[in-house]
């Protein structure tokens, strides 16, 4: 912005700058800082000022150096989107334990959502959610292009994690206690080493309730659980206050609507049913003969062509539906095709990773587990499919920024790969009908573009 310095409320560093501190702007005192309406020429041939605005803190002092660097204004997010501040990874060579800090604190994160999308992918009809999400995070990643942007639940997670962490450690211990307890009362009900371990244990059980109760009040990370003094003092001092009910409420509000739960169910349910559109019908013949003679294997070939030819197209069309939000993209087959002439290596890459893990999938598919053990099959699902999504969305980011086409030998080159490569997949994914716990039924399953569970 250029301004004019005689009508500035400051004055100048010395190198054409002018500084202002962020308190003037908050405050709204713009105006007895800068003026942009006089021209440059009044400024008395002076060259054009770079306005610098540093950031001060309420006791006047400058912030630290990472903070008073120049600011990188980027463009607004995509509306229905939560901006995700981009953090500065420590180096370690220079702060290994700020660098240990965060890579513990990102791994902790990813574990937790890791194990939210498991649980919620085991649960049926709520597993559609657990696809509505890894959509979301596909397109993120497709409309902006950085891995980093695919992880929108990640702050979430983190405190759904500390939360189920912090809950456990002093759980736990009081399963045990309790256990005890019963135990004592069992072989003699009227002693008195009975009687004491259940006053004990009633004792220790309305105590870490109260601090369980104190520490998610104050927020539920996982730093509130270990701090039980701080947590009474901060609960007292706001019930002081006569407006936490009123805070909690909102915060708790907000935390619920940040999971976009309607939202994310309904972009799973169409996501589902656009890959239904698509497979139904071609895995139906696919799955009609039961002999290698005859009429029937005519019928089983028709459906697995047809499998091959969408088997190169639905992962794009998949991409674009997360990326628009849409149903109609499901349709947009000639704008796929167009998206895989411009990158064609990086699609046949990104077939040969998804569908290659979508094979190793379906071995967990041969044994159905019990009802209450399968997030833990589903954490092998979920593990597998996230990256592969993710590299789709950002091979299809790279195909809408390309403009110019590669020649026609290297088209034809990887389009003929990528059709091998599906051939074979159709091919394999025939026998897993046979080793699967549903039988015909696992044809239907698509892990990586369907419903992220093995039953």
């Given at each position: 912005?250029?301004?004019?310095?005689?009508?500035?409320?400051?004055?100048?560093?010395?190198?054409?700058?002018?500084?202002?501190?962020?308190?003037?702007?908050?405050?709204?005192?713009?105006?007895?800082?800068?003026?942009?309406g006089e021209p440059v020429a009044e400024t008395g041939g002076q060259a054009p000022i770079a306005i610098r605005i540093e950031t001060i803190d309420s006791t006047g002092n400058n912030g630290a150096a990472d903070d008073a660097a120049d600011c990188d204004l980027r463009s607004s997010p995509v509306p229905g989107e939560q901006h995700q501040a981009s953090k500065r990874i420590p180096r370690p060579w220079r702060h290994p334990i700020r660098f240990a800090k965060w890579l513990i604190q990102g791994l902790f994160g990813l574990t937790s959502l890791v194990f939210f999308l498991a649980i919620i992918a085991a649960i049926p009809l709520i597993n559609i959610l657990a696809l509505g999400y890894l959509l979301d995070a596909e397109g993120r990643?497709?409309?902006?292009?950085?891995?980093?942007?695919?992880?929108?639940?990640?702050?979430?997670?983190?405190?759904?994690?500390?939360?189920?962490?912090?809950?456990?450690?002093?759980?736990?211990?009081?399963?045990?206690?309790?256990?005890?307890?019963?135990?004592?009362?069992?072989?003699?009900?009227?002693?008195?080493?009975?009687?004491?371990?259940?006053?004990?244990?009633?004792?220790?059980?309305?105590?870490?309730?109260?601090?369980?109760?104190?520490?998610?009040?104050?927020?539920?990370?996982?730093?509130?659980?270990?701090?039980?003094?701080?947590?009474?003092?901060?609960?007292?001092?706001?019930?002081?206050?006569?407006?936490?009910?009123?805070?909690?409420?909102?915060?708790?509000?907000?935390?619920?609507?940040?999971?976009?739960?309607?939202?994310?169910?309904?972009?799973?349910?169409?996501?589902?049913?656009?890959?239904?559109?698509?497979?139904?019908?071609?895995?139906?013949?696919?799955?009609?003969?039961?002999?290698?003679?005859?009429?029937?294997?005519?019928?089983?070939?028709?459906?697995?062509?047809?499998?091959?030819?969408?088997?190169?197209?639905?992962?794009?069309?998949?991409?674009?539906?997360?990326?628009?939000?849409?149903?109609?993209?499901?349709?947009?087959?000639?704008?796929?095709?167009?998206?895989?002439?411009?990158?064609?290596?990086?699609?046949?890459?990104?077939?040969?990773?998804?569908?290659?893990?979508?094979?190793?999938?379906?071995?967990?598919?041969?044994?159905?587990?019990?009802?209450?053990?399968?997030?833990?099959?589903?954490?092998?699902?979920?593990?597998?499919?996230?990256?592969?999504?993710?590299?789709?969305?950002?091979?299809?980011?790279?195909?809408?920024?390309?403009?110019?086409?590669?020649?026609?030998?290297?088209?034809?080159?990887?389009?003929?790969?990528?059709?091998?490569?599906?051939?074979?997949?159709?091919?394999?994914?025939?026998?897993?009908?046979?080793?699967?716990?549903?039988?015909?039924?696992?044809?239907?399953?698509?892990?990586?573009?369907?419903?992220?569970?093995?039953?």
């Open positions: 912005m250029l301004v004019n310095p005689a009508n500035c409320g400051i004055g100048l560093d010395g190198q054409n700058e002018v500084v202002m501190s962020s308190n003037q702007i908050l405050s709204g005192n713009t105006e007895d800082v800068l003026d942009s990643v497709a409309r902006t292009g950085k891995i980093t942007q695919g992880f929108p639940l990640l702050p979430q997670a983190k405190r759904l994690g500390g939360m189920a962490i912090g809950m456990l450690v002093f759980l736990l211990p009081l399963k045990y206690l309790g256990s005890f307890s019963s135990d004592a009362k069992i072989i003699d009900p009227h002693s008195s080493t009975s009687q004491v371990l259940e006053l004990i244990t009633l004792f220790v059980a309305s105590v870490v309730f109260a601090h369980l109760l104190f520490a998610l009040g104050r927020g539920g990370s996982l730093s509130c659980f270990f701090r039980p003094i701080k947590n009474v003092k901060w609960m007292v001092a706001h019930l002081r206050s006569h407006n936490y009910l009123i805070q909690a409420s909102a915060s708790v509000r907000e935390f619920v609507a940040s999971l976009r739960l309607v939202e994310n169910f309904k972009l799973g349910f169409w996501g589902v049913l656009g890959v239904l559109m698509w497979t139904f019908l071609p895995t139906l013949l696919f799955a009609y003969a039961d002999s290698t003679e005859g009429f029937p294997i005519l019928v089983t070939l028709t459906g697995g062509l047809l499998l091959i030819l969408i088997a190169t197209w639905i992962p794009i069309l998949q991409a674009g539906y997360a990326c628009e939000g849409k149903f109609s993209a499901y349709r947009q087959l000639k704008q796929a095709r167009l998206y895989f002439r411009r990158t064609p290596m990086l699609w046949t890459l990104a077939f040969l990773i998804g569908y290659a893990l979508s094979l190793v999938l379906y071995l967990f598919k041969i044994v159905a587990p019990p009802q209450d053990g399968l997030w833990m099959m589903t954490i092998v699902f979920i593990t597998a499919i996230y990256p592969a999504r993710l590299f789709i969305a950002w091979v299809f980011a790279r195909a809408q920024r390309v403009e110019t086409v590669p020649n026609f030998l290297w088209r034809w080159l990887w389009s003929l790969t990528s059709i091998a490569l599906c051939s074979f997949y159709i091919f394999l994914l025939f026998f897993t009908r046979d080793i699967g716990a549903n039988g015909k039924l696992v044809l239907f399953e698509q892990p990586l573009l369907m419903i992220p569970s093995p039953f």
